[in-house]
């Protein structure tokens, strides 16, 4: 079996761009109103790195639905991480950055790709370390299946069946200069 870093991926498919990324993020943006009813109370929490950006897309979104400032913080997870210490190397700790109390807030965290749900459940360590909120929801720009722990999105821009050897890239404007979501194949899975 060759190395992680003799490992070739190819891109095996384009299957969201700038448009549907957009057309995604405002109909989460009206589920998330109309499953809090509104936005009072609401706060949004991007984990590090790309949910940052997409929890501050939505809370654009938000604002011009119900014409509201809906707060945004930022949450680094990797101290919560359960495979800390198996990579071998130490890991990037990043800043959480959240301005306001999460005590009996509605909290909706965001992530870009929901996967075998470790990563949300780190995250809410991460959030119950901070306060009691008075309830947390979760939502995705892509859900790729394949869950490990019982965690689901409430809110999920697109279902992407996928196999466990693919992987979903998200690409951003704010961090890598475009908006899209590919599949990456490993070409030795030809």
């Known amino acids: 079996m060759p190395s992680e870093a003799a490992m070739q991926v190819h891109e095996k498919a384009q299957i969201m761009d700038a448009t549907t ?20 109370n609401l ?5 590090r790195s790309r949910g940052v950006d997409l929890a501050r897309r939505l809370s654009q979104c938000l604002k011009q639905i119900e014409g509201v400032d809906v707060p945004v ?5 990797t ?38 749900g470790r990563t949300t459940r780190a995250a809410l360590d991460g959030l119950m370390d901070l306060g009691r909120p008075a309830v947390i929801q979760l ?8 869950r490990e722990l ?3 999105a ?16 998200v690409m951003l404007q704010e961090e890598d200069g475009v ?6 194949k490993n070409t030795d899975d030809q």
Not at 139 to 146: E, I, K, M, N
């Open 43 to 47: 706060v949004l929490i991007g984990l």
């Open 139 to 146: 939502a995705v720009l892509v859900d790729r299946g394949h």
């Open 179 to 184: 908006d899209r979501v590919v599949i990456l």
């Open 150 to 152: 019982p965690i689901r």
């Open 21 to 40: 990324i957009q057309r995604a993020l405002t109909r989460v943006a009206h589920e998330i109103v109309e499953k809090n009813k509104g936005t009072a």
């Open 79 to 116: 101290l919560y991480r359960d495979d800390l210490g198996k990579a071998g190397r130490q890991p990037a700790v990043r800043k959480t950055e959240i301005p306001f109390s999460v005590e009996k807030k509605r909290v909706v965290l965001v992530d870009d790709v929901l996967y075998t």
């Open 154 to 169: 409430d809110y999920v821009g697109k279902n992407i069946p996928t196999a466990k050897t693919e992987q979903v890239q």
């Open 73 to 77: 913080g930022a949450l680094d997870i």
